[in-house]
Structures are given as structure tokens and as C-alpha cells.
């Protein structure tokens, strides 16, 4: 599948197994929650993106995770809930940072918060 046009997609790495048709669904899932729960993100290096999210989005983001591993087993999605707060640790190794650089500028561009 060509992503390159298609900006929502662009970080949905040419290693998925969810079917084709399917992608644009799990995107706009992810989208949701980055829209609506980002409250910060930060670049942790070259292979670790955090997010700080709102902590009723837990539920939601744990679910999304969870599926998420079941396509792009090379994704490490780590939930912390501390102190009232809710982050979600995105880590891949180092050959699957494009993949990561992409999430982040998606994230950024539709919760208005640099990574």
C-alpha cells in the first residue's frame, strides 16, 4: 500500500499485517484519542515517543494498544498512571524510527503539541 499520500497513514509502517481496508479505521482511532486527549508529547530519543493524554482516555488507549501489537508486534506501548495523570510510553527500535518520527508529527499536528 502506498502511504505517501495520505497523511493520516504516513506513520503505518509497510510491516503491518492488518488487512489494507482495515488501516484507515485503526488510524482514525488513534486520531481520536490524539485529538481529543494530548495534553503533551515529548521526543524521550530516537526511538521513544511520550505522551502525556488525559487520564480518561486510559481505557481507550489500553484497547488500542493491546490491537495495535497484534499487527506491528515491533511497537512497545507502555501505560503509566501516577499522581492523577496518565503517559503513554511509544517505543520501537532504532531501524522503525522513521515510523516513529512520523507518529509524532501526527500527533503534533492534530493535538497542536510539539514532539
Known amino acids: 500500500m502506498d502511504r505517501s499520500n495520505d497523511p493520516g497513514t504516513g506513520w503505518v509502517p509497510q510491516a503491518c499485517t492488518l488487512p489494507t481496508a482495515e488501516q484507515p479505521l485503526r488510524v482514525a482511532e488513534f486520531d481520536a484519542v490524539f485529538a481529543r486527549s494530548v495534553r503533551g508529547a515529548e521526543r524521550a530519543g530516537p526511538s521513544r515517543l511520550r505522551l502525556d493524554l488525559e487520564p480518561a482516555a486510559a481505557g481507550r488507549i489500553a484497547e488500542l494498544a493491546v490491537a495495535e501489537t497484534g499487527c506491528c508486534s515491533f511497537f512497545t506501548f507502555t501505560l503509566t498512571v501516577a499522581d492523577g495523570s496518565l503517559q503513554l510510553e511509544v517505543a520501537v527500535p532504532p ?17 497542536g503539541r510539539p514532539s
Not at 531501524?95 to 499536528?109: H, M
Request: proline share 0%.
Open 95 to 111: 531501524a522503525s524510527a522513521g515510523v516513529l518520527d512520523a507518529l509524532a508529527a501526527r500527533v503534533a499536528e492534530l493535538s
